[in-house]
Antibody, heavy 120, light 110 residues
Framework: EVQLVESGGGLVKPGGSLRLSCAAS????????MNWVRQAPGKGLEWVGR??????????DYGAPVKGRFTISRDDSKNTLYLQMNSLKTEDTAVYYC???????????WGKGTTVTVSS | QSALTQPASVSGSPGQSITISCTGT?????????VSWYQQHPGKAPKLMIY???NRPSGVSNRFSGSKSGNTASLTISGLQAEDEADYYC??????????FGGGTKLTVL
């Protein structure tokens, strides 16, 4: 069964940092492009960023609100995706989901999400 | 990248059909057939209902269908059921090689 499990969420003060993880199973993680998507309380879905597979260059892209503050990385030996979040703002408070992607583009598998709260 | 435009809410009675629109530009919806629709119940993760404009993943009811005309994609749900009450989001791949979502539509089954 294809599965994504996010972890690492919690309460952090503005200006702080947090690293989220997404453990993948049931598919060849090293071949997959992966996304992070977030959802602020009572709001819609927002694409955070994506990392391509290493065979496709391993490059990353980010949405404007997080560019320069967030970094996506992957450890294919551990089948794990990461989201390093620095200089956190209250508006980063959200449930963070990881999703699969690829060629052709399709976010088909989603994890259950992990909650990040940025508050003093 | 601006969000795609969806109506904030739609409603329908059991057994009826409803359609949710998703309007973008030629740089996203109009330029690619990579439009997806997601269903989200409260407190749950989004679930893929339609991909590549009109394809249904295995296990999704054939009451759900998708289409596209120009810069606007549409999700139609026929034979409405109480369990269809949820939020629905469209998404599209873009010319910048990134994803954009719609603002979401709350479906109420009367």
């Amino acid at each position: 069964e294809v599965q994504l499990v996010e972890s690492g969420g919690g309460l952090v003060k503005p200006g702080g940092s947090l690293r989220l993880s997404c453990a993948a199973s049931g598919f060849t993680f090293s071949n997959a492009w992966m996304n992070w998507v977030r959802q602020a309380p009572g709001k819609g879905l927002e694409w955070v960023g994506r990392i391509k597979s290493k065979t496709d260059g391993g490059t990353t892209d980010y949405g404007a609100p997080v560019k320069g503050r967030f970094t996506i990385s992957r450890d294919d030996s551990k089948n794990t995706l990461y989201l390093q979040m620095n200089s956190l703002k209250t508006e980063d408070t959200a449930v963070y989901y990881c999703t699969t992607d690829g060629i052709p583009p399709l976010m088909d598998v989603w994890g259950k999400g992990t909650t990040v709260t940025v508050s003093s | 990248q601006s969000a795609l435009t969806q109506p904030a809410s739609v409603s329908g009675s059991p057994g009826q059909s409803i359609t949710i629109s998703c309007t973008g530009t030629s740089s996203d919806v109009g330029g690619y057939d990579y439009v997806s629709w997601y269903q989200q119940h409260p407190g749950k993760a989004p679930k893929l209902m339609i991909y590549d404009v009109s394809n249904r993943p295995s296990g999704v009811s054939n009451r759900f269908s998708g289409s596209k005309s120009g810069n606007t994609a549409s999700l139609t749900i026929s034979g409405l059921q109480a369990e269809d009450e949820a939020d629905y989001y469209c998404s599209s791949y873009t010319s910048s090689s990134v994803w954009v979502f719609g603002g979401g539509t709350k479906l109420t089954v009367l």
